[in-house]
């Protein structure tokens, strides 16, 4: 499976960004998919997760309520909608991939990692 992330960019404390996860070679329809994201000094973190028919989706306490994780299995993509976006969200956001797991918040289930875009939060 390759993951390419897009979307990321800099915008200004309040507003919004879309992240895209496109995937090739593999369909993601049965994979839970994971969003993390890293800044500078600092460990990988869990953002977000979904399970493959969406029923089950999971988010960091630092972003519940701002940020919402959908898939399309139809288009093989995931996304990670941004809102009220903080300084503090400032990092490299990564895409990533699971054929099995049972700790949706951690780096080391995951099979599979895109690249990652980053994003930067600031006036």
């Known amino acids: 499976v390759q993951l390419v992330e897009s979307g990321g960019g800099l915008v200004q404390p309040g507003g919004s960004l879309r992240l895209s996860c496109a995937a090739s070679g593999r369909t993601l329809r049965n994979y839970v998919m994971g969003w993390f994201r890293q800044a500078p000094g600092k460990e990988r973190e869990f953002v977000a997760a979904?399970?493959?028919?969406?029923?089950?989706?999971y988010y960091a306490d630092s972003v519940k309520g701002r940020f919402t994780i959908s898939r399309d299995n139809a288009k093989n993509t995931v996304y990670l909608q941004m809102d009220s976006l903080k300084p503090e969200d400032t990092a490299v956001y990564s895409c990533?991939?699971?054929?099995?797991?049972?700790?949706?918040?951690?780096?080391?289930?995951?099979?599979?990692w895109g690249q990652g875009t980053q994003v930067t939060v600031s006036s």
């Open positions: 979904v399970t493959w028919r969406g029923v089950s989706i």
């Open positions: 990533a991939a699971s054929e099995t797991i049972s700790d949706f918040s951690s780096p080391r289930e995951y099979d599979y």
